[in-house]
């Protein structure tokens, strides 16, 4: 059984940072890219960023570029997503999927709230 299990939300004020961690279990993480995505209140789910099976090729979202990176261990089973410089419509709730070709899997998502 595949496992995505997200972890490192919180509550912060704007300016601050948070580290979030995936950790996977039940599958060959080396072999699948993996990705962030957010959804806030009233929103569609969106993509945030996005790394390779081998971590050389990362992408981003136009509204994280700068402040936000993602990583991954492929010795640990996890995906991280640093973000610095949070802002309030960072407000959401984050989760980390992993795929080959599509998404196939989600974990159950960490709350991340930002305020003034």
């Known amino acids: 059984q595949v496992q995505l299990v997200e972890s490192g939300g919180g509550e912060v004020q704007a300016g601050d940072s948070l580290r979030l961690s995936c950790v996977a279990s039940g599958l060959t993480f080396r072999i699948h890219g993996m990705g962030w995505f957010r959804q806030a209140p009233g929103h569609e789910r969106e993509l945030v960023a996005r790394?390779?099976?081998?971590?050389?090729?990362?992408n981003y979202a136009d509204f994280v570029k700068g402040r936000f990176t993602i990583s991954r261990d492929n010795d640990q089973n996890t995906v991280y997503l640093q973000m610095n410089s949070l802002k309030p419509e960072d407000t959401a709730v984050y989760y980390c999927?992993?795929?080959?070709?599509?998404?196939?899997?989600w974990g159950q998502g960490t709350q991340v709230s930002v305020s003034t």
């Open positions: 790394i390779t099976s081998g971590g050389g090729i990362r």
């Open positions: 999927a992993a795929g080959v070709s599509d998404w196939k899997y």
